[in-house]
Each structure stands twice: as structure tokens, then as C-alpha cells.
């Protein structure tokens, strides 16, 4: 065993301490990792509050991750020492079911072993990206393109791949209208790979708050739907709407902007349980449907597409000690646009 220094959440909702993580030898296709930068996701501040259900403590979040291979074990054949590499939500899954073998790690059916707060199968409890080095499988390790800007390519790992995955998957490019609720971490990243791809993109934020951002990250338009008249001038308006809200919105009004056949993909995940009125969607064959991340070859398709396009996170990059603030941050909306922790400081 290797310790390693981290954060970590002794109970639900209480302020991170400094703690020593054991992390496993390197063995197999084992990759130690010496972390550099983690990304804060609303998902790490749903988990440790526990807004999700019960969790498992002391915790670690984070799966936003990256950072340099310190070793790697006798199996290992695509890196080497010194490479820049990358974790995001999952360190490991079968491998053999139908979702693993169609490069959909997330939805194995064994299970995916989620970063943090999963167990391993080994039944090691896994901990997360707030920490100075981890070990985790070659498959689950992806490359980070030469040249990039670390600190702000870290959150593609999560905001990046969740936003990816739905907009390749529903066809956003040239000629397709896309809205994108929420300007957040997930939303901020999802406007600027929608119009890379070729998509007419528009932000729904709650305020026009962000509006200067909102166009400077790629958006052609900028609503505030505080205002009503907005689901008046958009209603059948758009071919696809990601949601990023982690919270309850107004669903049926939000289905009225879709166009016939349009597609509504939740990847906001907020803890209440939602509901809306059918007669949204089935008047104009409108669907809704949800998205978890994105498979390992994809996130790395997405890492290489956005190096390509010159796209990463507009980061605050932030030390150990502004973290339980940056929670409070976070949720009231007040981060531009992803918090990226600078592991050196922990
Ligand atoms: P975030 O940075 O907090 O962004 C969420 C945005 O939603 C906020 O910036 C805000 O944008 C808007 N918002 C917040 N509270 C709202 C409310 N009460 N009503 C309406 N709008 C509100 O969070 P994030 O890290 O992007 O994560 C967003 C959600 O996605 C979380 O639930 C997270 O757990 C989930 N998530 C899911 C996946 C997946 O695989 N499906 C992966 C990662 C994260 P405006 O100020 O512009 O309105
Ligand atoms: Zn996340």
C-alpha cells in the first residue's frame, strides 16, 4: 500500500479534513497517477450531502482528474512514466457484458465501480480525485492531448463526456437548433461543443446573469427564462435541449420549446423526484430522455475533439482550503464556471 494525502468528508455534509488515503500496489495493468488538478461537480456535492441517498464516509470526491503515471504494472502497454493522463467517473466494470463490449462502461450491468463512493471489486471502497495520487486500470486511464491547458481541460472528464455523449448520440451539427438549460458547469462546456459541432446554439439560464459568457462560449442566442415571454417567442422552437439543472424545473414548459420530434435529454440529476404531463410530449412527438456520462473510447473522442477545437472548462482554479466554500459556491450558482482544485495545496 502507498498513502497518499487527501480530502475527505468524515459525515455527511461536515467540512473536508486532511486525511491519508491508502491506494493500492501497482500490479497487472495497474496505473499510479500522481494527481495534478480535480474538478468540483455538482454530483460530488449531491453524494456527500447525501442528496442522492446514504453514502459511504469517510469519503473522497472527485472525478474530474488529471495528473502525470508515476508506474505502471507489468500489463500496461499504452503508458508510460511521465505521460499526462486523464480519470473521470468510473475505475472499473466487467468488461464482458453486451454495454461493456459496445464501449458503454457506464451502463455495465455488472455494475460500473464508480471513481468514489462505490466498492471496488475487490471490495475496496473506492476514493476520489480530491487527493494527491490514485491507481486505477489501464482501460480506465485516457490520454490528454500534448499542449493542453491542464487546469482547464480537467472538468472535460465529467461536464465534458456528459455533454458530448448526448449531443453526438441526438445528432446536434449543422442545422439543428440545440438550448442548453442551465449555465453551469455542464452547461458552460455543452454550449461550446454544440456550436463547435455546428449546431445553432442557445442558452436558457434562469437570469441574463451570464449573457456576455453565454455568446462568448458560442451561443448565438441567450434567453433569461425568469421571463415568460420567452416560452411564448420559443414554444416548438428547438431539435434538442440538454438539461443541466440539478434541480426541479418547470418540465412542460420546457417540452414546448421543443419542435416536432424533438428530443429532451436530462443530464441534470436533481434529487426529487420529477413529473410532468404526458400531453407535453405527445402532441408533437417530443421525447425525453436521460444520459450518465459517456464510455471510456468516447471520452477520449471527446478529449481529442476538443483539443482540436481549442474547447476546454473557463476554470477557477482553486486551493484545498476554499473547497467546503466552493461547495456553497457551486450551488448557489456563483462559480465561472467549473471550481478545479490544485492538488499540490491539499
Ligand atoms: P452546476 O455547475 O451547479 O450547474 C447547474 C446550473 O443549473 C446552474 O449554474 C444554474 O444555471 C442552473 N440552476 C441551478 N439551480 C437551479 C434551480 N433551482 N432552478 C433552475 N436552474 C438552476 O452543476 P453541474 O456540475 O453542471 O451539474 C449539473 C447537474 O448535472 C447536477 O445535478 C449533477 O449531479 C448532474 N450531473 C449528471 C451527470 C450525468 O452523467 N448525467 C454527470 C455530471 C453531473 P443558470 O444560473 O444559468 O440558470
Ligand atoms: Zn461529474
Request: net charge negative; glycine share 12%.
Amino acid at each position: 500500500m502507498t498513502t497518499v494525502t487527501a480530502l475527505s468528508a468524515p459525515k455527511a455534509s461536515a467540512p473536508f479534513e486532511r486525511a491519508e488515503l491508502e491506494r493500492r500496489e501497482v500490479k497487472g495493468d495497474d496505473v499510479r497517477i500522481d494527481i495534478r488538478y480535480a474538478g468540483i461537480c455538482h454530483s460530488d456535492i449531491h453524494t456527500v450531502r447525501e442528496e442522492w441517498g446514504p453514502a459511504n464516509f469517510p469519503l473522497t470526491p472527485g472525478h474530474e482528474i488529471i495528473g502525470t503515471v508515476t508506474e505502471v504494472g507489468p500489463d500496461v502497454t499504452k503508458y508510460a512514466v511521465g505521460d499526462t493522463v486523464g480519470v473521470g467517473c468510473f475505475v472499473n466494470s466487467c468488461g464482458e457484458c453486451e454495454a461493456c463490449k459496445d464501449g458503454e462502461e457506464q451502463y455495465c450491468s455488472k455494475g460500473v465501480v464508480q471513481t468514489y463512493n462505490s466498492k471496488d471489486y475487490d471490495g475496496t471502497a473506492t476514493q476520489g480525485g480530491y487527493s494527491q495520487g490514485i491507481v486505477v486500470r489501464e482501460p480506465f486511464v485516457v490520454r490528454v492531448p500534448d499542449g493542453v491547458d491542464l487546469a482547464a481541460t480537467t472538468p472535460l472528464l465529467c461536464a465534458g463526456i456528459t455533454t458530448y455523449a448526448p449531443l453526438k448520440r441526438y445528432g446536434a451539427g449543422p442545422g439543428q437548433k440545440v438550448g442548453v438549460i442551465g449555465l453551469g458547469g455542464l452547461g458552460h462546456v455543452a454550449v461550446k461543443i454544440a456550436a463547435a459541432l455546428g449546431a445553432e446554439v442557445s442558452v436558457l439560464s434562469r437570469t441574463d446573469a451570464k449573457a456576455d459568457d453565454g455568446k462568448a462560449f458560442g451561443a448565438s442566442a441567450y434567453y433569461a427564462t425568469e421571463d415568460d415571454q420567452v416560452f411564448e417567442d420559443l414554444a416548438n422552437h428547438f431539435d434538442l435541449i440538454i438539461n443541466t439543472v440539478g434541480a426541479s424545473v418547470d418540465l412542460d414548459r420546457f417540452f414546448g420549446l421543443l419542435g416536432r420530434g424533438g428530443v429532451m435529454v436530462n443530464v441534470g440529476a436533481p434529487s426529487e423526484k420529477q413529473s410532468f404531463n404526458i400531453f407535453s410530449l405527445i402532441g408533437m412527438r417530443r421525447s425525453y430522455a436521460g444520459s450518465l456520462v459517456g464510455g471510456l473510447a468516447e471520452t477520449q473522442e471527446m478529449l481529442d475533439f476538443c483539443a482540436e477545437h481549442g474547447i476546454t472548462a473557463t476554470v477557477e482554479v482553486i486551493k484545498a482550503d476554499q473547497v467546503d466554500d466552493y461547495y456553497d459556491k457551486v450551488v448557489s450558482g456563483d462559480v465561472r464556471y467549473r471550481a478545479v482544485i490544485d492538488t499540490a495545496t491539499i
